[in-house]
């Protein structure tokens, strides 16, 4: 198994594994009328933006896990929003008329195009960084998300960054487990049960 850096061609491969783990870890596919959405929101903008912390798993069938990570989210937020979000917000109009129980999988998406979570200042002051990890079912539980992780904190800490925070869905409790093995803490938790956890690099 090749653990690499990501690379502009890496690009479809990336999209393809958001989706395929977008239902709390399992395939997604079913839930997106756009299978491009997903992408644009979780992997895309760190390929583009921040492709010094991104780093793929190649098992020789083809590109099937990867970590994104940022150094500093604030900065990165400010440039989704300059050069990013705008050629989005054209594509997919926001639901902002719909009810926010009401919206479908891809209007939840396309709120978060819109309306992106503002990062809390306080929370940045001591994890200024943020990641999103994804294998694919074939490369799970063999030890390849600790060695994406292993590599992500040793990239990070080397360009300064003291700490680091993830967010995940109630549901995905393989994915806290995980995290909480490896060290990582909770921050908050939302009323339907998602995480904001965090690491000191
Ligand atoms: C969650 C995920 C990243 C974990 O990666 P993985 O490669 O399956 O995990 P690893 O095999 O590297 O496990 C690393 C360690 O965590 C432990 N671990 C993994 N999953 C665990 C769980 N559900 N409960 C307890 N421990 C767990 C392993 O036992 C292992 O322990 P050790 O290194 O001390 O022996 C991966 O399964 C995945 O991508 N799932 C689907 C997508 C997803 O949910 N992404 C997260 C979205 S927020």
Do not use: K
Request: proline letters at 9%; glycine letters at 12%.
């Amino acid at each position: 198994m090749t653990l690499r850096p990501a690379t502009p061609a890496d690009r479809a491969a990336l999209y393809r594994i958001c989706l395929e783990t977008a239902d709390s870890g399992e395939d997604g596919t079913h839930l997106y009328r756009d299978p491009l959405l997903v992408g644009h929101v979780y992997a895309g903008p760190y390929l583009t933006f921040a492709p010094e912390h991104a780093f793929v798993l190649d098992d020789g069938e083809g590109v099937g896990g990867y970590v994104l990570g940022v150094l500093d989210t604030a900065a990165f937020s400010a440039r989704l929003e300059r050069e990013w979000w705008p050629a989005l917000r054209a594509q997919y109009p926001d639901p902002v008329n719909v009810p926010p129980g009401e919206r479908t999988p891809d209007e939840r998406l396309a709120h978060l195009i819109h309306h992106p979570a503002a990062p809390d200042p306080a929370l940045l002051a001591e994890y200024p960084s943020h990641l999103h990890i994804d294998l694919l079912p074939r490369m799970q539980g063999r030890g390849q998300g600790r060695r994406l992780f292993d590599h992500l904190f040793s990239s990070l800490r080397g360009a300064g960054s003291p700490g680091v925070h993830l967010g995940v869905g109630g549901r995905n409790t393989r994915a806290q487990a995980f995290y909480w093995h490896l060290g990582f803490h909770e921050l908050s938790r939302s009323p339907g049960g998602a995480l904001l956890m965090g690491l000191r690099l």
